[in-house]
């Protein structure tokens, strides 16, 4: 029954799952994980995209990439668009369902809290101050990281002929997300995935949430294109470079 798609889907719901659970622990009222902090939130993304790349590969998933702008920065590098059309739909029904698993495991929370941005906060990203061109860069430039680097773990010159050993490359990649989640994710939140943002906000607009305000659809679109612009600069460095 294991497949690339299930992988996806299954890697990228446990990444939500784990990725918006902290928030929620954090964010939501009565939480014992109330008022955690920001070290929290981004040691707990760090720790979800580590379960959610296991879970993938074990699912199915020889890529785990469980990020849309993960998989079109590596087709654009690489020039094989095949694995597109089956990533790209697993992974947003992959995070719509991980955000329908958060509601349902803080239910009781949301009456609870009064501010709706906090409950919106659980599920998607916002800047700290808006401003669109300023936070579509940081989004840019978050996501161009995580790509780049990606490539630079995978490489066949890191840790010698081989490269590195089977297994540990997915520890080094939620190190990477919690690296950037502390040095470069104070400004918009670092989306850095669309599926990650794009489907817990439906998510929030069509569940019956306890007391939620709007979805910020006049933001939502940084979130989505800015992770796949600084994906594909990645994909163009990449190949410029020749990471192999």
């Known amino acids: 029954m294991i497949s690339p798609f299930l992988g996806e889907l299954l890697g990228t719901m446990v990444l939500v799952l784990l990725g918006d659970g902290v928030v929620a622990g954090v964010l939501l009222a009565q939480s014992k994980a109330f008022n955690a ?3 929290t939130i981004t040691a707990g993304w760090g720790l979800a995209v580590l379960a959610g790349v296991f879970t993938a590969m074990a699912a199915g998933s020889a890529d785990a990439h469980i990020n849309p702008a993960v998989t079109l920065g590596f087709a654009f590098s690489s020039g094989d668009w095949s694995k597109v059309a089956t990533y790209l739909p697993a992974q947003f029904i992959g995070a719509f369902i991980g955000a329908v698993l958060v509601w349902l495991h803080y239910l009781p929370h949301w009456a609870k809290t009064q501010d709706t ?7 998607c990203t916002a800047p700290a101050i808006r401003n669109p061109p300023a936070n579509f860069i940081s989004e840019v430039i978050a996501t161009f990281v995580l790509l780049f680097v990606i490539a630079a773990i ?9 490269g590195i050993p089977a297994g540990v490359g997915p520890y080094m990649v ?3 997300v919690w690296a950037i989640g502390m040095s470069l994710g104070g400004t918009t939140g670092y989306a850095i995935n669309p599926a990650r943002d794009l489907g817990p906000r439906i998510a929030h ?11 910020d659809w006049g933001y939502a679109w940084i979130p989505v294109v800015g992770p796949i612009v600084g994906a594909l600069i990645a994909g ?3 190949r410029i470079i020749g990471i192999v």
């Not at 995978?154 to 081989?162: F, I, N, Q, R, Y």
């Not at 569940?207 to 709007?214: E, V």
Request: overall charge positive; glycine content about 28%; cysteine-free.
């Open 37 to 39: 902090g920001w070290i």
């Open 205 to 215: 607009a069509v569940l019956p949430i306890a007391g939620k305000g709007g979805s």
């Open 154 to 162: 995978a490489s066949k010159l890191v840790g010698g002929v081989g």
């Open 174 to 176: 939620g190190m990477l």
């Open 117 to 123: 941005g906090a409950k919106l906060g659980v599920f």
């Open 236 to 238: 163009l460095a990449i």
